[in-house]
């Protein structure tokens, strides 16, 4: 696509002028275009748009022939002018599309192509400019990491952006969750819950999911897992690493939905829910996130739920976090095993982040 702008020029008498000086600088335009002396055919343009401003035509061929020639800033000013004069034209929302795309103005330039579709939905080349401007867009605003299952790789896309949220990238903790889950799963005999049950057909609610990759995993090896996150782009986020990794959820028949969650407003409904277990990573880095975890804790664990469990996975930044997390735990009456490290995935391990199974204290 779109370096170049295949320029389309219109017949001489088809550029309305009023006065000879425009219509011989409108045909020499076009003569000029024809030949492929872009350089005179833009100077001609300049000419005839210095006669007639209002005339769309002229700006739409000229910003053909400014893009051919590497004028990105021009191209785009007549453009941006043809379109405003003539919105309902879809050659000329694609020449836009075109210009903005080369111009590295992607979200645009979708906006353009999309529209130029909705225009004229026969327009092939709109929607192959679209398509590939979606693609480069992905790849500019995402970096992509693989978890390699039994049953294949999963794409997990985060944020590229310096600026995005940290719900949107891929934190240590979450990896060797993941991993853990990849290593128990693939071991025969062997699963991801306590007493070794396997996670296959299990009702999974991740906890603060962000990108899914936890949730995903598991799901690849057949749990039927709900991603939440109280951030909505880490919730949209999810929803594409879902959508781009359904064939790898298939072989085991797992399912994933991700959902916004709101830990201070925690919905009655989502808790009420008969999860079999619950996962989680990073959910607390500070001391004021103690108190937010445990009212969902208290919801978790109702005594309508004496079996549920929690898999954890935590990164131990500092000991006041770790001792005050622990010990809110246990005031919740709650017991907590950490799984040895020898049972972490051997290349997806640290010595800082641990994994926990907590469940309710037998009485």
Sequence with gaps: MPCTSEVKVCDAGHVEAGKSQLATAAEEAVQAAERGDLTAAVEAFERAIELDGANSALHYMLAQCATDLGKDD???????????MAPDDAE?????????????????????????????PTSVPAEKDLAQTLEMLDELLYDKREVITTHGSLRIRQTAQEDAGPSTSIWEAGAVLAYYIVTREAESGHGTLPNGVSIRGKSVLELGGGTGVVGLTAAAYGAHVCIT???????SLALRNIEGNLETLKPLEGSARAKHLDWFSPSEDIFLQPWDAVIGSD???????????????????????????????????HDVVD????????????TVNEIPMAEHHPAFCSPSVHIYTICKAKK
């Design 283 to 317: 959910l607390v880095y500070n001391v004021g996130q103690i108190n937010r975890l445990r009212t969902v804790i208290k919801a978790l664990f109702l005594p309508a739920h004496p079996s549920r469990v929690l898999l954890l996975a935590h990164k131990s930044r």
């Design 229 to 235: 996150d109280k951030e909505d782009a880490a919730v």
């Design 92 to 120: 000329y929302h694609l020449t836009l599309g075109r210009v903005l795309y080369n111009c590295k103005e992607l979200e645009e330039a979708v906006c353009s192509f999309k529209r130029a579709n909705e225009l004229d």
């Design 323 to 334: 001792t005050s997390m622990m010990q809110m735990f246990e005031e919740e009456g709650l």
């Design 74 to 84: 021009r191209a785009l000013e007549a453009a941006r002018a043809a379109v405003e």
